[in-house]
């Protein structure tokens, strides 16, 4: 079963998409906050990580950068799921490592669609 760590402090995004993975038969993990990933990742190795770029305690970029770090994570893929839509924000996500870097609002059959194909590379 493929697994996805969630981490966003948003509830009804992660609810929505939550549901839609368990319905695509991913294995969920949720955080609220870059702190909470990344307690899941000291037991969980996932397919891949959705990330959130504002959140309360550690944000999404220093997340990554700690995922970047780990040499057990650091080819697992991560995925930015934020509303910064600026040129420089999605440098800055892609530069720091993220695999791909999707903006809020979203459409739910796009999300899926990026997630498994990535995956599958």
């Known amino acids: 079963m493929k697994k996805i760590v969630i981490v966003d402090d948003?509830?009804?995004?992660?609810?929505?998409?939550?549901?839609?993975?368990?319905?695509?038969?991913?294995?969920?993990y949720i955080a609220r906050d870059g702190s909470e990933a990344l307690e899941i990742l000291e037991r969980v190795i996932p397919d891949v990580i959705?990330?959130?770029?504002?959140?309360?305690?550690?944000?999404g970029y220093?997340?990554?950068?700690?995922?970047?770090?780990?040499n057990q994570l650091k080819d697992t893929k991560v995925v930015f799921l934020t509303a910064k839509n600026k040129t420089s924000d999605i440098e800055?996500?892609?530069k720091l490592g993220a695999d791909?870097?999707?903006?809020?609002?979203?459409?739910?059959?796009?999300i899926v669609s990026e997630i498994n194909e990535l995956i599958a590379s």
């Open 10 to 28: 948003e509830p009804n995004i992660v609810m929505t998409l939550e549901y839609t993975f368990k319905k695509h038969d991913f294995e969920v």
């Open 50 to 59: 959705m990330l959130d770029i504002m959140m309360p305690k550690v944000d």
């Open 62 to 70: 220093q997340t990554l950068k700690a995922i970047k770090d780990n």
């Open 92 to 94: 800055k996500g892609l």
């Open 100 to 110: 791909k870097y999707l903006t809020k609002p979203f459409s739910i059959k796009k």
